[in-house]
């Protein structure tokens, strides 16, 4: 039987033993979560910054790395235009992630390409958006990542990567 940590650290510290925090490339394998970012993304804070916040994607670069700090998560950030880009960027992470928090942006609407690529990941799979897509325009409820995601937050704004990174945690804490 495999004990969870979160179970063993208070037998290991009733039995006397220091238990050191997880470094910062914790997840149980050692490998990074890979959060990749698609397009128009790179424009965060100066794009429709009513719609989608004043925050800049180096803002969302910089919380995603304290969550990662607090959390004893390593952290690989990425972001692209192209989607040719983002699905090569998703098949590095089936190597060498722990887990993907993925913003596909406009893709996750229109790519079979990149949910074929996510569906090839054994891996948890977090897929944000910033704003609520299905309060949007009709063409934005189709999520072709979605339908291949472990699970999806929407309309949390930038805090939703924070609480994918969370997220991330707990399954792998569990796992
Ligand atoms: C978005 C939602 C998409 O529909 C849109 O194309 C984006 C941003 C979001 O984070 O809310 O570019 O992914």
């Known amino acids: 039987m495999r004990l969870a940590r979160r179970h063993l650290l208070p037998i290991l510290a009733l039995a006397g033993f220091t238990v050191p925090h997880r470094s910062s490339a914790a997840a149980p394998s050692g490998k990074p979560v890979y959060i990749l970012n698609g397009p ?67 893709y996750a609407h229109t790519s079979v390409a ?28 189709t999520d072709y990542a979605a339908q291949v995601a472990t699970a999806q937050i929407n309309g949390c704004g930038t805090n939703g990567y924070r609480l994918a990174l969370e997220q991330v945690h707990h399954l792998l804490d569990k796992a």
């Open 114 to 141: 990149l949910q074929d690529a996510l569906h090839a990941c054994e891996l948890p799979i977090i897929e944000v958006h910033l704003t609520n897509t299905f309060k949007r325009e009709a063409y934005r409820h």
């Open 40 to 106: 128009n993304l790179d424009l965060l804070g100066k794009r429709q910054p009513d719609l989608y916040g004043r925050d800049s994607l180096q803002d969302v670069e910089r919380l995603c790395r304290e969550t990662g700090n607090r959390l004893g998560l390593g952290i690989e950030f990425r972001q692209t235009n192209s989607e040719g880009g983002l699905v090569d960027h998703v098949h590095e992470a089936r190597e060498k992630a722990a887990a993907i928090v993925i913003n596909p942006a406009a």
